[in-house]
């Protein structure tokens, strides 16, 4: 992909009579210095657009595997994330939103109890979005930087090699007197442009594919709410339902236990034989 850089610029670089190397030579100290930092500057924009893009494949991929193992989990509250471990968006959400849950673990009897638990849940998962959305955007500065900036450095150059054009101007001037600053114009005018519009294009197809991820983190987000929302108020009832049948035996229990405490006391001797006294 690297060497996809600049074709147009490897293209004059081939020629040997008067190619871009000629052009370089002709250049000022400053001229040059320019074309250096647009040099650089066009590396850094042709390696961050190729990282982010293989970024985004990525995550994508494991976003969409784990959704589909998701579906075939039992519960969502029940799964366990190691600490320490290198999670996906949608897992870091999950794991958040179980981290919530677990605060309430066997507390949950009453629909209130089940609404405390989920606002828990939802600001922990939409802090996990948040979060989330920084690492989608991430190196997308850099390449808006580029875009906005590299026509700038370029228009640096041209006023410059004009200046200097203007400079060199005399009565008797000749070309190789004026070459210094018009080349440095062109060849800073043709690196700006060369910065500036592989970076658009790379910027604008990578945000419009940031933009469709989080579209789809932020419905995930809704889904898992949901889920986790069911399977709050599924343990509730049950744990409710248990409570109504440990309080139905206990109720069974009390007039057994009453009765016993009101009978009389046991003696030595339970019942008496014919004679025992006289024998006594």
Not at 22 to 35: E, L, P, R
Not at 230 to 241: K, T
Not at 242 to 270: K, S
Request: net charge neutral; glycine share 8%.
């Amino acid at each position: 992909m690297k060497a996809m850089l600049s074709p147009v610029l490897m293209l004059v670089l081939a020629e040997t009579d008067k190619g871009a190397l000629w052009y370089f030579k002709q250049m000022d100290s400053a001229g040059m210095a320019v074309a250096v930092v647009l040099l650089i500057c066009s590396f850094i924009g042709w390696g961050a657009m190729i990282q982010k893009w293989s970024d985004v494949q990525e995550l994508r991929r494991r976003n969409h595997a784990f959704e589909r193992r998701l579906r075939d989990e039992a519960s969502v509250v029940a799964l366990n994330f190691p600490r320490g471990s290198n999670l996906g968006p949608y897992e870091f959400l999950v794991a958040e939103g179980v981290s919530a849950v677990q605060r309430h673990k066997g507390r949950l009897v009453r629909k209130s109890d089940v609404t405390l638990c989920m606002g828990h849940v939802e600001n922990a998962v939409q802090r996990g979005v948040a979060r989330t959305m920084v690492k989608y955007e991430d190196k997308m500065v850099l390449l808006s930087s580029l875009v906005s900036g590299g026509p700038f450095l370029g228009l640096l150059g041209t006023v410059w090699g004009v200046m200097v054009t203007f400079g060199a101007l005399t009565e008797k001037a000749s070309i190789a007197q004026l070459a210094p600053g018009v080349c440095g114009a062109l060849v800073t005018t043709t690196l700006g442009l060369l910065v500036a519009i592989p970076a658009t294009f790379g910027y604008n197809y990578l945000l419009t594919q940031v933009k469709i991820m989080t579209t789809e983190l932020e419905n995930f987000a809704s889904s898992l709410a949901d889920r986790v929302e069911l399977e709050l108020e599924g343990e509730a009832r049950r744990n409710f339902e248990a409570a109504q049948e440990r309080d139905r035996l206990l109720r069974a229990a009390a007039p057994v236990a009453a009765a016993e405490a009101t009978l009389p006391p046991v003696t030595e001797t339970p019942f008496a034989l014919p004679g025992w006294e006289d024998a006594q």
